[in-house]
């Protein structure tokens, strides 16, 4: 602490504080009560509670203050704009501090991409803790622009803004004891060790914890989630754009264990960000599905600093950061006031701050190889049948999917698109070391009628995936995506319907947020002109390419069963 006798003199009450906010209804996470007190602060830190004399008084007249809200989980990459247009969203949301998780930079740019999201994430009024990715590339059945190592990791470690290791997402590869994975836990020695296991229960489940992994974002179910809080995880819960797992989970939360719960998002789309909410919005939901307020604002803001090691954030008490926000109503938990360190940031919505930094892009990473069309075909096998063919499902609201066998229909002894039956070509081309690898598959759930969609953000190795109902389309999408240097597009007969260039990696724009959000509406108006109804098709469509997460994904490697992590065949006969 700055002069730190001068703080003392101050919380003695020897000399005037700088700010005083008088008649305050603290909402105080640390007591689990709330209370009515004055709280006085010099340098941008909380000194004390009480009657105060200060250079300057702000009066709340009975508002409740509470801490600032902390993400758990995030992907900066998913809201497809810039760290510094990030923060214009989230901060009137009442949101002081993230914990990211860089990997989609670190797949595409790997050491590159830490770097850029360290500089670019500098001097706002947010406070950014990073967790190293541990799965560059996420397996082995996918091609990634990059390699972490565990040695790569230990150089990294010891930044006081890194916090610990992201989401070890080769669960199996935990459980059974990989060197590799294990090296990696080893080389976060001494910081949190973060998970990520969808479904796992049991004996692997038991393994998985004792190797040292203390969290998971990824429950659905409320057993599964009580299996892993039982073990001593601490309990995630996620409400994203396309993840939306907290009605399904919040009511495991009690007053016993609450401490050990906190709320993620995990990927949110910048429209969503800014309308819906960020943490606020999971606040608000859990307080709507009984839990008690003060309990949800806890889960949002000290257990949430408490498990990840965030020194001085996440209450109001002496020593903290003068991090707050103003509100009027519990229940309601809309956010009037936005406080960074004592300084008002956000007020009713509007962000106070002018960013001026400009951080420099990193290089491009479109690097393509494919033949046409023959990379694009599925010819039935000579003297052979394909009565079944392997479809993914997509399950609404999830990022898991289903298994589904369908027969295939068969055009010139090629298998097709069906639009009538929903069962549409999906197609992943390698982007990063022009490496030719094309992986093609199908899909259903989309019911595009006519088109294509295509985008280069698709977890977690960010090649481009494009799925469409012919083949004409789905090369004019992949070569707008090349010319754009990466992005999302939607096409119908060779024409582009809407577009949303993203240079930085393939992942991120260099435009406003405003901007970002009105060309994300233009794409999914055009995808819903080509028949597709749902809510976020182009999330929906980058994790059709997540290799680790059931059931069934493609990459540009081929079909993957993601249940047992191995690749597998498309015709199923």
């Given at each position: 602490?700055?002069?730190?006798?001068?703080?003392?003199?101050?919380?003695?009450?020897?000399?005037?504080?700088?700010?005083?906010?008088?008649?305050?209804?603290?909402?105080?996470?640390?007591?689990?009560?709330?209370?009515?007190?004055?709280?006085?602060?010099?340098?941008?830190?909380?000194?004390?509670?009480?009657?105060?004399?200060?250079?300057?008084?702000?009066?709340?007249?009975?508002?409740?203050?509470?801490?600032?809200?902390?993400?758990?989980?995030?992907?900066?990459?998913?809201?497809?704009?810039?760290?510094?247009?990030?923060?214009?969203?989230?901060?009137?949301?009442?949101?002081?501090?993230?914990?990211?998780?860089?990997?989609?930079?670190?797949?595409?740019?790997?050491?590159?991409?830490?770097?850029?999201?360290?500089?670019?994430?500098?001097?706002?009024?947010?406070?950014?803790?990073?967790?190293?990715?541990?799965?560059?590339?996420?397996?082995?059945?996918?091609?990634?622009?990059?390699?972490?190592?565990?040695?790569?990791?230990?150089?990294?470690?010891?930044?006081?803004?890194?916090?610990?290791?992201?989401?070890?997402?080769?669960?199996?590869?935990?459980?059974?004891?990989?060197?590799?994975?294990?090296?990696?836990?080893?080389?976060?020695?001494?910081?949190?060790?973060?998970?990520?296991?969808?479904?796992?229960?049991?004996?692997?489940?038991?393994?998985?914890?004792?190797?040292?992994?203390?969290?998971?974002?990824?429950?659905?179910?409320?057993?599964?989630?009580?299996?892993?809080?039982?073990?001593?995880?601490?309990?995630?819960?996620?409400?994203?754009?396309?993840?939306?797992?907290?009605?399904?989970?919040?009511?495991?939360?009690?007053p016993q264990n609450s401490a050990n719960c906190s709320f993620a998002t995990d990927d949110k789309l910048p429209g969503d960000l800014v309308s819906e909410g960020h943490i606020d919005h999971s606040i608000r939901k859990a307080i709507a599905l009984g839990v008690p307020a003060v309990t949800a604002i806890q889960m949002g803001t000290i257990n949430t600093a408490r498990y990840y090691r965030l020194k001085n954030h996440g209450a109001i008490a002496p020593r903290y950061w003068a991090d707050f926000i103003l509100f009027d109503d519990l229940a309601a938990f809309e956010i009037k006031r936005v406080y960074k360190?004592?300084?008002?940031?956000?007020?009713?919505?509007?962000?106070?701050?002018?960013?001026?930094?400009?951080?420099?892009?990193?290089?491009?990473?479109?690097?393509?190889?494919?033949?046409?069309?023959?990379?694009?075909?599925?010819?039935?096998?000579?003297?052979?049948?394909?009565?079944?063919?392997?479809?993914?499902?997509?399950?609404?609201?999830?990022?898991?999917?289903?298994?589904?066998?369908?027969?295939?229909?068969?055009?010139?002894?090629?298998?097709?698109?069906?639009?009538?039956?929903?069962?549409?070509?999906?197609?992943?081309?390698?982007?990063?070391?022009?490496?030719?690898?094309?992986?093609?598959?199908?899909?259903?759930?989309?019911?595009?009628?006519?088109?294509?969609?295509?985008?280069?953000?698709?977890?977690?190795?960010?090649?481009?995936?494009?799925?469409?109902?012919?083949?004409?389309?789905?090369?004019?999408?992949?070569?707008?995506?090349?010319?754009?240097?990466?992005?999302?597009?939607?096409?119908?007969?060779?024409?582009?319907?809407?577009?949303?260039?993203?240079?930085?990696?393939?992942?991120?724009?260099?435009?406003?947020?405003?901007?970002?959000?009105?060309?994300?509406?233009?794409?999914?108006?055009?995808?819903?002109?080509?028949?597709?109804?749902?809510?976020?098709?182009?999330?929906?469509?980058?994790?059709?390419?997540?290799?680790?997460?059931?059931?069934?994904?493609?990459?540009?490697?081929?079909?993957?069963?993601?249940?047992?992590?191995?690749?597998?065949?498309?015709?199923?006969?």
């Amino acid at each position: 602490m700055r002069d730190i006798q001068h703080k003392l003199s101050v919380a003695r009450g020897e000399k005037p504080a700088e700010l005083l906010f008088k008649n305050a209804r603290l909402v105080n996470v640390l007591s689990g009560e709330i209370h009515e007190t004055d709280v006085a602060v010099d340098d941008g830190r909380v000194i004390g509670f009480g009657d105060y004399d200060a250079k300057e008084i702000i009066d709340l007249g009975g508002s409740f203050l509470a801490p600032s809200l902390i993400e758990g989980h995030f992907h900066v990459e998913s809201t497809m704009v810039t760290i510094p247009e990030l923060a214009r969203a989230v901060v009137p949301h009442g949101t002081g501090a993230m914990v990211i998780d860089p990997h989609e930079y670190a797949n595409v740019l790997g050491m590159d991409g830490i770097r850029y999201v360290l500089e670019s994430s500098k001097n706002l009024p947010i406070d950014f803790f990073i967790m190293l990715p541990s799965c560059v590339p996420a397996t082995h059945l996918e091609t990634a622009g990059a390699r972490f190592t565990a040695d790569d990791l230990r150089l990294m470690i010891a930044d006081d803004r890194i916090a610990g290791i992201a989401e070890l997402m080769n669960y199996p590869g935990v459980f059974l004891g990989l060197e590799s994975e294990l090296a990696k836990i080893e080389a976060g020695r001494g910081k949190v060790i973060d998970g990520h296991a969808p479904g796992l229960r049991g004996k692997n489940l038991n393994a998985y914890a004792l190797a040292g992994v203390r969290s998971d974002h990824e429950s659905t179910e409320i057993e599964e989630a009580r299996e892993k809080l039982r073990l001593g995880m601490h309990l995630l819960i996620r409400e994203g754009s396309t993840e939306r797992n907290l009605e399904h989970i919040i009511a495991l939360v009690t007053p016993q264990n609450s401490a050990n719960c906190s709320f993620a998002t995990d990927d949110k789309l910048p429209g969503d960000l800014v309308s819906e909410g960020h943490i606020d919005h999971s606040i608000r939901k859990a307080i709507a599905l009984g839990v008690p307020a003060v309990t949800a604002i806890q889960m949002g803001t000290i257990n949430t600093a408490r498990y990840y090691r965030l020194k001085n954030h996440g209450a109001i008490a002496p020593r903290y950061w003068a991090d707050f926000i103003l509100f009027d109503d519990l229940a309601a938990f809309e956010i009037k006031r936005v406080y960074k360190k004592g300084v008002l940031v956000a007020e009713n919505g509007k962000y106070l701050r002018r960013e001026n930094a400009v951080t420099e892009q990193p290089r491009s990473t479109m690097n393509l190889s494919y033949r046409v069309p023959g990379d694009f075909e599925v010819r039935v096998p000579e003297g052979g049948s394909a009565k079944k063919i392997r479809v993914i499902e997509i399950v609404p609201h999830q990022i898991v999917t289903k298994e589904v066998l369908e027969a295939p229909k068969i055009l010139d002894g090629q298998i097709v698109s069906d639009p009538e039956r929903d069962i549409l070509k999906l197609v992943v081309v390698e982007r990063h070391q022009a490496t030719g690898n094309v992986g093609v598959g199908f899909v259903r759930g989309f019911d595009l009628k006519r088109g294509a969609l295509g985008s280069t953000v698709a977890h977690d190795a960010h090649n481009v995936v494009v799925v469409g109902v012919t083949d004409a389309d789905i090369v004019s999408v992949i070569q707008a995506l090349e010319a754009m240097r990466g992005g999302q597009v939607a096409v119908a007969d060779g024409k582009i319907e809407a577009a949303l260039p993203l240079p930085i990696a393939g992942l991120v724009s260099d435009q406003p947020l405003e901007s970002v959000i009105e060309k994300i509406a233009e794409l999914k108006a055009a995808a819903a002109r080509l028949g597709c109804a749902l809510d976020a098709p182009f999330m929906s469509l980058s994790f059709l390419s997540l290799s680790p997460i059931p059931a069934l994904k493609l990459t540009d490697q081929g079909l993957v069963d993601a249940v047992n992590l191995k690749l597998t065949s498309l015709i199923a006969d």
